[in-house]
Every structure is written in structure tokens, then in C-alpha cells.
């Protein structure tokens, strides 16, 4: 039995009537841009994340990008963050015209490591944006105290942890501002691209506001530069049609993790570790493999789907060259990055498919 990477009609299927309707209800209204679908998602999405306002962007990358340009943040300026995530964290930094500053993980959680990150600011330090990798949030309240003794903002990259926890409280309330990527595979996904900026603070979902189309302040008045960055309405009819599953589906994940966890126990594979702080999401159920290319022949030969995420640290990519990073810079990062891989993961994954993850990597027969 071949095992897919990840399949999304599982979590379509049982909605797909109701999907088919919120989609229809758009065009039947002939209203496209922004409008009641957006600002009930916005809603609906802050109080899911236990904070006051969220901004639909385009994409998790605007929400990242225009949060930093809202504090002000650009050339000149330094950004702290891990070197071990998703290429856009680094991205969006860069694009302000400030430098991404890396700092090394923890080796068990792949998270930022907050014993490091003080060693790492400058006067030109303005920020801090820690990456819930995985679906595991980062250890915020250290965070939270540094950024406080510094002065410096917080910004929780945290596209791919929707509805994971942090001592109880939700991933999206933990810093002065949060950015979540609705991109089709996250734990929240649209038909499409789509992102959020979910935060307390009033005065920056004012500016977000305004950021994401065109700097309009009220129509044809434009107080900033700025590009059109808005969530589309039919994404965001999509994802309030999705959201209150969210939760079913995390759980699921949930359930699917500790099978593996079960089955994986005696093997020499690495299951994930979970911070005592943690509730976990499982976006990607990431094992580390010492002999990372027999365990992906094992699995492709059986037919089940699997992902490196990510095969190459941030400072190592060509796009980076120019901050001078060789390898060894970070090195608990780059040995994750050779050694880490991703097993199916997705909300309706059966315990029987768990069990052919299993048994083809010879555990759990
Ligand atoms: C997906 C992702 C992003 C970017 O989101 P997009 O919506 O694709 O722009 C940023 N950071 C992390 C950690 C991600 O997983």
C-alpha cells in the first residue's frame, strides 16, 4: 500500500458541499477584493489565536515583510532569527533592506537556541523573530524577557504552527505580533496562496492595513509606498469555511504523531523531541537518520512519500552568499539539515498507514 506525503482530499472530502457553497456565495456576490469574507476571517482568526486583530495578507512572506517595514525596520538594521527554516523567514527580513542575523537551535527541538541569542545583538539589533518549526512553538517567555531587557521587537514566524501552544497560551499571541502562511499544505491551508498578521496591537493592524493595499489610507489616499498584498476574498470564504475543523485536524496529526512515536521507539531513528512548554501541531513529522539515504530508499521503494525540510541551511544557500556564512557557522543547524527527514503527516492518516511507514522502514512489523 503506497502512502502519499500528504493528501488533502482527506480533509476536504467531508467539507467539500460546504466549500463548493462559500466559494459560490463570492461569485454570486460579484465581490472580490476585500470585503465581509476577509474581515470574518480576520475575525475569526484573531479569536482563534486569543488575540484582538489579524490582517489577511497574501502570502505568509507579505505578513512577515510588512510587519517588520510597519516597526520601522529596514536598511541598517539586523534581525535575529534561525538559520534552519523556510528560505522566506530569512526573505522577508532581507527585503526590508535589514540583515538577517542568524543564531543556532537547540538540537532536540530545531527551534532558535535562547542561550545564544543575547551573544547575537547589536546596537543595530531591532528585532527578534523566532520560527515555530515544524508546529513546535519556540521558547518564547526567554524570548520575551530578552527582547525586553534590549528593547527589541518580537515577531513569531509562526506559519506553521496554527493552534499549537506554548505553556497554554496560543503560538500567535506570544510575541508583539505573529505571521501565519495559509498556504495549501499548512496546518490551515487555502485553495491557493494566503497569510495573516494576527496581533494586540492596534496601531500596527491599523498601518498592516494599510500596507497591504497600496498604503491607502482611505481610497486614493496613499500615505505609503506599497504594493497590493491583500488576501483574496475567495482564499479567505476558503478558510473560514476551514477553520473551525482546525482543530479536529490538529488533532489528528496529534494521533498520527504518537503512533509513530510508538512504533518508531526501538529503532535508531530520532522521533521528534517535545519541549515539556510544547503542545505540538506535527506540520511535518520530522525524524533525524544517521544514513539518510538508505532510510529514503526504504521508503521509496515501498511507495510512501517523504521531504527534506530543509536539505540546506539559509546561510548556506547562493542567495545568501553575500553575508559571508561558510559552513561550520552554525553547527547544530547544518547537522540537522543532513540528517533530518519528513514522514507522511495529515490531518486523516490512518493507523494503517502509519503501520506501512513503520514496516517499511523494518519497525513495528
Ligand atoms: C510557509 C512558510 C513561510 C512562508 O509562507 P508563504 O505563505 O509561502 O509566503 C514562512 N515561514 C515558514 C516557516 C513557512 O513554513
Redesign the pocket.
Known sequence: MAVPFVDMNRSHDPIRAELDAAMGAVIDRNAFILGDDVEQFEADFAAYCEVEHAVGTD????A?ELCLRAWGIGEGDEVITAPN??I??AS?IAFTGAQPVFVDIEPGTYTIDVNQIEDAITPRTKAILP?H?YGQPADMDPIMEIADKHGLKVLE?A??AHGARYKGRRCGSLGHAA?F???PA?NLGAFG???ALVTNDGELAEQMRMLRNYGQEVKYHHLYLAYNRRLDTLQAAVLLTKLPHLDEWNASRREAAARYDQLLEDSPLVTPAIADYAEHVY?LYVVRCGERDVVAECLDRAGIGWGLHYPIPIHLQPAYQHLGLGPGSFPVAESACAEILSLPMFPGLTAEEVQEVAAALEYGN
Open positions: 502570502t505568509g512572506t507579505s512577515l527554516s523556510f522566506a523567514t522577508a520560527v518549526l514566524d506559519c506553521q505571521a502562511s495559509f498556504y499548512k496562496d494566503g497569510g506540520h
